[in-house]
């Protein structure tokens, strides 16, 4: 089963403008959401997280909006340069204390082009 | 500097041949993980290791695979007799600890079967 969702999978946006990339997870038991930024031929690096007891969390031109309620999660690239250009996954995980080891269950992917 | 180094970058096999590929962690780490990627799609679980011992793994992580740390520092995954779907980018992750839930991911290994 498709444990996250995330859209849209491919994203065209002007420099300067907002990129927005949301995901939608099914299991409540998920507490730790993060986001991570893959460049061509890299690893995945993490660019942003969030836990469930708050709604926004903001760092530099990055910001999650986590909504609990509707199990969903985006994430906003304010004032989007061309060095944003890249592949997004939307994650999930559990904290340890149950038969979870901490791994992470990814998005679909994002493909991001922000045009000059 | 990557919290974690892979080698080999690229490694080119012929079906029905064994692949190791190796992760080695730039300073003590605890929890290790092997993800898979094929060309285009996301990024899958494979199996995570804790104390020495694989302490979950996915569907995809079937007797063909294998994964060891037999020198207390290299983080090997062992492929022993590749497929044609088993080429695909393979990254090594790494965490600190499970309470913060930041993994960190190495370079990746791209293993093309033929």
């Known amino acids: 089963q498709q444990q996250v969702k995330q859209s849209p999978q491919s994203l065209i946006v002007q420099k300067g403008g907002i990129s927005i990339i949301n995901c939608a997870y099914e299991n409540t038991a998920f507490d730790y959401f993060p986001w991570y930024q893959q460049f061509p031929g890299k690893g995945p690096a993490l660019l942003i997280a969030?836990?469930?007891?708050?709604s926004e969390k903001k760092e530099g031109r990055f910001t999650i909006s986590f909504n609990k309620s509707a199990k969903q999660f985006s994430l906003h690239i304010m004032d989007s340069q061309p060095g944003d250009s890249a592949t997004y996954f939307c994650a999930v995980s559990q904290s340890p204390g149950s038969s979870n080891t901490g791994k992470l269950i990814f998005g679909q992917g994002t493909t991001l082009q922000v045009k000059p | 500097e990557p919290e974690v180094t892979q080698t080999p970058s690229h490694q080119v096999t012929q079906m029905g041949q064994e692949v190791i590929l190796r992760c080695v962690p730039i300073s003590n780490h605890l929890y290790f993980y092997w993800y898979r990627q094929i060309l285009g799609q996301k990024v899958e679980f494979l199996v995570s290791f804790y104390n020495n011992e694989i302490s979950e793994k996915s569907e995809i992580f079937d007797d063909q695979f294998s994964v060891e740390r037999p020198d207390g520092s290299n983080f090997t995954l062992k492929i022993r007799s590749t497929k044609l779907e088993d080429s695909a980018m393979y990254f090594c992750?790494?965490?600190?600890?499970?309470?913060?839930?930041?993994?960190?991911f190495g370079e990746g290994s791209r293993l093309t079967v033929l």
């Open positions: 969030i836990r469930p007891d708050v």
């Open positions: 992750a790494i965490s600190r600890d499970r309470v913060t839930g930041e993994l960190f």
